[in-house]
């Protein structure tokens, strides 16, 4: 549909959830969650969001979130993917007796590149010295701190940007003032990232808020050394035996962190060895299942009653 059309999609929901009749509809995301979601309850069917986070930003966005959150008090479970984000949206008016907390997991199993097979796809010199930072090149993801970091680093370190979005004018235009451009290469969107981090020798997160970052998990499961922002979901993540923490919006302190990884570099590999255990014990996909599966359980009890005229 059209991406304005609202009210057609909402009916079209609605009507999909008459004809069928889910035992459950389940929305991620401020679009569906107000427009799928509600249309799903109004047809009587008990519905569920996964909430990721809020990414700030414009007047417009911030207008959407603000609906998103009314429109969670009519959910019948909203599950937030970290403890931090679950305190966000009770304090937005979600009951706490609807509230799940289910972090992302991972599939420890999943096949992943070789640091040389991972080096030889972005084309990465093998002896090179390389950060690597993967997301959505928005403001809320923090691109232009590690930019304002490369720039008290070593001059010998590169960085490799995987995403797209945006900022990424205003970042480019950003590493051209401060001197840094050449040291860093965009990669644009690149398939399956996810098998790419082995490339790095330290993955930098350095957003301003986050949830559960899937970006997170990966990096842990390649074995990469971590210097990550302490906001959202991530300290329940990785905590200083797994990753150096460091204050959001800091480039000082990040580019210190980023300096620790050479010049204690087995230092850097215990806390990624730690990080890829602690990931396999606690983040694997097989009890997130089984989370979901007890959620949805529990929601076939709350079917709603429908008219006469609505009833199969």
Request: proline share 6%; net charge positive.
């Amino acid at each position: 549909m059209n991406s304005r059309a609202y009210i057609a999609e909402w009916r079209a929901i609605r009507a999909l959830c008459l004809a069928e009749r889910p035992d459950i509809v389940h929305t991620h995301g401020y679009r569906s969650d107000v427009i799928g979601g509600l249309a799903a309850r109004r047809s009587g069917v008990p519905i569920v969001t996964t909430v990721h986070g809020f990414t700030g930003g414009g007047a417009k966005n911030k207008l959407y979130e603000r609906v998103q959150r009314l429109a969670f008090r009519r959910f019948d479970a909203v599950v937030a993917v970290s403890r931090p984000l679950a305190e966000e949206l009770e304090r937005a008016g979600v009951p706490p007796a609807r509230m799940h907390v289910v972090p992302n997991a991972f599939d420890c199993a999943a096949p992943r590149l070789s640091r040389a097979e991972a080096r030889a796809r972005l084309g990465i010199a093998a002896e090179a010295r390389v950060i690597g930072w993967v997301g959505r090149l928005s403001d809320e993801k923090g691109a232009d701190v590690l930019i304002d970091a490369l720039a008290r680093v070593d001059p010998g370190v590169r960085v490799s940007i995987i995403g797209s979005g945006r900022s990424r004018a205003a970042l480019e235009a950003r590493a051209a003032r401060l001197g840094v451009a050449a040291r860093i290469t965009w990669h644009g969107t690149v398939h399956e990232a996810g098998q790419l981090f082995a490339a790095f020798d330290l993955f930098v997160l350095s957003s301003r808020t986050e949830g559960t970052p899937m970006v997170l998990l990966e990096a842990m499961a390649a074995g990469t050394p971590i210097v990550a922002t302490s906001v959202g979901g991530v300290p329940d993540v990785v905590g200083p035996g797994e990753a150096r923490l460091v204050p959001p919006d800091d480039p000082r302190a990040l580019a210190a962190a980023i300096q620790e990884r050479w010049s204690d570099p087995r230092a850097a590999a215990e806390r990624a060895a730690a990080a890829a255990a602690r990931l396999a014990r606690e983040y694997d996909i097989a009890p997130w299942l089984t989370r979901y599966e007890q959620l949805y359980h529990g929601m076939r009890a709350v079917r709603r009653d429908l008219p006469p005229r609505f009833r199969t």
